[in-house]
């Protein structure tokens, strides 16, 4: 980590401030495993303060203990996963993922040693799991140390915060800005979210949603 500081410090004016300010990287993990996965799908456009409740709820739903596996998911009906709170969109892109990896289309524990871009290719066929749920995996599951979710509201705001734009950046011009953060955007990422004093990210508290 030493490293990637160091880097981030001299290859970035901005980011290096940004360092001094926040202080140490302590970021949070999360398993690399089907529960990860569906955390990331009920955050997908919600506060934290929400998608954690709803998460909860989802957990206290289940009759194995609280243990998020797809065959506990898919025993849970519909009207049990509204009830909670999920909108239809989610609980099908949940039942959806529960299904693939149920039948095995879908090995999470062969990703864990798989290239980035097929992690990314792998995750997202399956509906409902596109480039930022895909992203949060890499980084707070496989703890990948070069993913830049470019389309992540709070990155974007981050952005345009620290760098003094005039607007909210596009993805493009989060990526270009972030060329200098290379091999270690997961790490510039962390530190775009913590200036947001929120929490953003896979575990965010309340605040605004990314």
């Known amino acids: 980590m030493r490293k990637a500081l160091s880097h981030l410090r001299h290859s970035d004016p901005v980011m290096r401030q ?12 999360a398993p690399a495993d089907f529960s990860t ?15 954690a409740t709803l998460y909860r709820r989802l957990v206290e739903s289940l009759e194995n203990g609280g243990k998020v596996t797809p065959e506990a998911l898919l025993r849970l009906p519909e009207q049990r996963l509204r009830a909670i709170g999920l909108s239809g969109a989610k609980i099908s892109y949940i039942r959806a993922l529960a299904q693939e990896c149920a039948e095995g289309r879908l090995d999470l524990a062969r ?13 997202t ?4 799991i596109g480039a930022w749920t895909a992203h949060m995996y890499l980084i707070f ?14 990155i974007r705001v981050a952005v345009s915060r620290e760098y003094n734009l005039a607007r909210l950046p ?3 011009e989060v990526e270009r800005l972030g060329r200098p ?19 953003a990210g896979l575990y965010p508290k309340e605040g605004p949603s990314t």
Do not use: F, H, T
């Not at 940004?18 to 993990?29: C, K």
């Not at 990703?111 to 995750?123: G, K, T």
């Open 18 to 29: 940004l360092i001094a300010r926040i202080g140490p990287y302590r970021i949070e993990y």
């Open 37 to 51: 996965l569906v955390r990331c799908i009920v955050l997908q456009q919600l506060s934290g303060k929400v998608a």
């Open 111 to 123: 990703l864990e040693a798989a290239p980035d871009e097929e992690v990314m290719r792998e995750l």
């Open 125 to 128: 066929r399956i509906k409902g």
């Open 141 to 154: 599951a496989l703890q990948r140390p070069d993913v830049l979710p470019v389309g992540d509201l709070g």
């Open 170 to 172: 596009s993805p493009a």
């Open 181 to 199: 953060w290379r091999p270690y955007a997961s790490v510039a990422s962390w530190y775009l979210w913590r200036s947001l004093g929120d929490g």
